[in-house]
């Protein structure tokens, strides 16, 4: 059982750079999130997904797209990279919005 | 007023210790609370839910006081693997705010248990 995958693991870009972070969930999970964390922040919700087709804007949104075009995926684009987006992203995944969620084993992204 | 609030430690305590975290929270119209566990450069991994009723699993007990708007967690007979930073989470109630029900994070409490 796979649970939450995300690729890559490592990820350096240089700015002005694009690139889409890989999310994917075999649960059958209905709620999708991607979520970065930064020292002393803790995690904060960029954009989630309460079923294929729809998307909402989390806390920190600003930077970035997704799309949820099946139930198992959930990619997360970066448009132009900016060294203010150099963090670790955290996809996760619940069954509902009520239940507790999944993590994937995080995306680590430097931004030079 | 930060939505969910940790003290960050961190807290050094020896092999066998008790040791307790606590936390509060903002929003009085919160529906679940999780503790999570995060090892260094890892994913957050739930820990236990936390029920109104408080709720133990083994050497942990978890505990809900919904009129204080706290959270507590216990750690009995502390081991070295328990080392981790613990992560009290909050699921806001749906279409309240705008929260949606998203899941709303502490920065987190480091325990490190020395032998």
């Known amino acids: 059982n796979a649970g939450v995958t995300q690729t890559p693991k490592f990820q350096v870009l240089k700015t002005g750079q694009s690139m889409t972070l890989q999310c994917a969930q075999d649960m059958n999970h209905e709620y999708m999130s991607w979520y970065r964390q930064d020292p002393g922040m803790g995690l904060r919700l960029i954009h989630y997904s309460v079923g294929a087709g729809i998307t909402d804007q989390g806390e920190v949104p600003n930077g970035y797209n997704v799309s949820r075009s099946t139930t198992e995926d959930f990619p997360l684009r970066l448009l132009s990279a900016a060294p203010s987006q150099t963090s670790v992203y955290f996809c996760?995944?619940?069954?509902?919005?009520?239940?507790?969620?999944?993590f994937g084993q995080g995306t680590r992204l430097t931004v030079v | 007023r930060k939505e969910v609030e940790q003290d960050p430690g961190p807290f050094n305590v020896p092999e066998g210790a008790t040791v307790a975290f606590n936390c509060t929270y903002s929003?009085?119209?919160?529906?679940?609370f999780f503790w999570y566990r995060q090892d260094c450069r890892k994913e957050p991994k739930l820990l236990m839910s936390?029920?109104?009723s408080g709720n133990e699993d083994g050497r942990f007990t978890a505990q809900l006081n919904r009129a204080s708007q706290y959270i507590s967690l216990l750690i009995r007979d502390s081991k070295l693997s328990d080392s981790a930073t613990y992560l009290c989470v909050v699921r806001a109630a749906m279409n309240y705010g705008g929260s949606q029900g998203n899941l709303i994070f502490g920065k987190g409490t480091k325990l490190s248990v020395k032998p």
């Open positions: 996760a995944s619940s069954y509902t919005q009520r239940t507790e969620a999944f």
């Open positions: 929003n009085s119209a919160s529906q679940s």
């Open positions: 936390v029920y109104s």
